[in-house]
């Protein structure tokens, strides 16, 4: 347990409505990344971030955006929401050694109507 | 392009006997290799890893198991239990130079594990 929360669990938005989820971590890990899973896909990586202020896009980065102002917040942005982007999204973290285990949040479930 | 797969979208054993989930991947820069544990309305959970110097590693009842030329991966549960019941994911990742921790998952196989 990475001492990861997401906020919010849950929320349902129109599209073309701004989104922001946040990933909030108290373990102090250097790497953050946002993830969608999606049926038949599984988890694919959206953006991340290698420390505050540096980020990096992932495989599914067009109509996000994100942001790292201190090292225990990654935010996640939809500018306008669409449907497509109804999915759950995950956080994760990670610190920098050897490995590459990432510890998980619990989850925001986003719906768009 | 998938570049990891789980072919099996889900397994049903019984309890007590072996589990076993497989990962197939196609690009040969992959050096290191995560298997998750996902239950409903949770995040995902690590279980175990394996590095690609090694064809094996061990970790109570999981056992991943690593084929470097036929890019395959397997995961051993043994046995299982009703509790071992939930999505597993595989993921790789090419560490290189860069060491940012970009992890492929594949698209997960149920396990259901009946009493």
């Known amino acids: 347990d990475a001492g990861i929360t997401q906020s919010p669990r849950h929320k349902v938005t129109e599209t073309g409505t701004p989104v922001t989820l946040r990933c909030h971590q108290t373990?102090?890990?250097?790497?953050m990344y946002w993830y969608r899973q999606d049926p038949g896909h599984g988890l694919r990586l959206i953006h991340y971030?290698?420390?505050?202020?540096?980020?990096d896009k992932g495989e599914v980065s067009d109509g996000y955006s994100v942001s790292r102002s201190k090292t225990e917040d990654f935010l996640l942005t939809l500018e306008s929401a669409t449907s497509s982007q109804t999915s759950v999204y995950f956080c994760?973290?990670?610190?920098?050694?050897?490995?590459?285990?990432?510890?998980f949040g619990p989850g925001t479930r986003l719906t768009v109507l | 392009d998938q570049q990891v797969k789980q072919n099996s979208p889900s397994l049903s054993v019984q309890e007590g006997r072996i589990s076993i989930l497989n990962c197939d991947y196609t690009?040969?820069?992959?050096?290191?290799f995560l298997w998750y544990k996902k239950y409903p309305a949770e995040g995902p959970t690590f279980l175990i890893s394996?590095?690609?110097?090694?064809d094996k590693n061990e970790d109570g009842r999981f056992t991943v198991f690593l084929n470097k030329s036929a890019k395959h991966l397997s995961l051993h549960i043994v046995p299982s239990q009703p509790g071992d019941s939930a999505v597993y994911f595989c993921?790789?990742?090419?560490?290189?130079?860069?060491?940012?921790?970009?992890?492929?998952f594949g698209q997960g196989t149920t396990l259901q594990v009946k009493p």
């Open positions: 690009n040969s820069m992959f050096d290191y």
């Open positions: 993921a790789a990742s090419g560490r290189g130079s860069s060491n940012t921790g970009k992890l492929i």
């Open positions: 994760a973290t990670r610190t920098y050694s050897s490995t590459d285990t990432q510890y």
């Open positions: 373990e102090n890990h250097r790497y």
């Open positions: 394996i590095s690609s110097i090694k």
């Open positions: 971030s290698y420390g505050v202020k540096d980020t």
